[in-house]
């Protein structure tokens, strides 16, 4: 046990240097899975869990791992022990599961080249179409739950790029915003940045700013009679709102 406990968090050290540190999350486990294997086994995977920043709950789940990483939630059936006696049992369940997740991932163990053999027979037999979903023979089970991991860690590390590209075009899109903005604010007469940035901040868009009273933008901001007045006009008289060239 100990060995497994060392083995586990060698191999973990060697996923956190292999991937974006940093992005863990949670690892829901079936409770029927967990009583199909070795004592020995579990352990192992909640030490490479813990040594990954992944937290272990173990659940009534239909897959027999559900993570959830970075806001991307990924679905596994793990087949420790193929039994090809057991085949029609474990596609009937695959065939299920796929119409429910959209990202489902199925490991299978496969030691010798007898059970490769049936596992390929049998993926063809039942019909199965390429990437739908996506299965992943391995040697063994340590190998075959480091690559849960690791498919885990890269939908985990891709939402969060998504997220920060996301929020990068957004905050492009504020300063373009801003940028129209105070071009059309300092066209008005006697209206510099300072002011511009007033109106934006106590008020608002250029639109909630056309809608004011020369009353109301004298009592939120610190512009002076004349320059209330100004724009209260700007935005009314055609003399005022005709003239100004935005550059």
Not at 96 to 109: D, E, N, S
Request: glycine share 6%; net charge neutral.
């Amino acid at each position: 046990m100990a060995n497994d406990i060392a083995a586990a968090e060698i191999r973990g050290e060697v996923l956190n240097n292999s991937v974006h540190t940093g992005v863990g999350g949670v690892c829901m486990m079936s409770n029927t899975w967990r009583e199909e294997q070795h004592s020995s086994f579990i352990n192992f995977i909640s030490t490479f869990l813990r040594a990954n920043s992944f937290r272990l709950n173990f659940v009534a789940i239909a897959p027999d791992f559900i993570f959830n990483c970075g806001g991307s939630s990924v679905a596994f059936i793990f087949v420790t022990k193929w039994d090809e006696n057991n085949v029609s049992t474990i596609f009937g369940r695959i065939q299920k599961l796929r119409m429910q997740f959209g990202h489902l991932y199925i490991v299978v163990t496969l030691t010798t080249n007898d059970q490769n053999d049936s596992f390929v027979r049998s993926y063809f037999k039942f019909q199965m179409e390429l990437g739908k979903p996506t299965f992943i023979p391995v040697r063994d089970i340590e190998m075959g739950f480091e690559k849960i991991v690791k498919i885990a860690h890269s939908f985990g590390v891709c939402k969060r790029q998504d997220a920060k590209t996301k929020l990068k075009s957004e905050r492009k899109q504020t300063v373009q915003g801003m940028d129209y903005f105070l071009k059309v604010v300092t066209s008005i007469p006697g209206i510099d940045s300072h002011d511009a940035n007033a109106l934006n901040q106590a008020i608002g868009s250029i639109e909630d700013i056309a809608k004011q009273s020369k009353e109301y933008i004298l009592e939120n901001t610190d512009l002076s009679a004349e320059k209330a007045d100004v724009i209260f006009k700007f935005f009314r008289d055609p003399k005022f709102y005709l003239g100004p060239k935005i550059n």
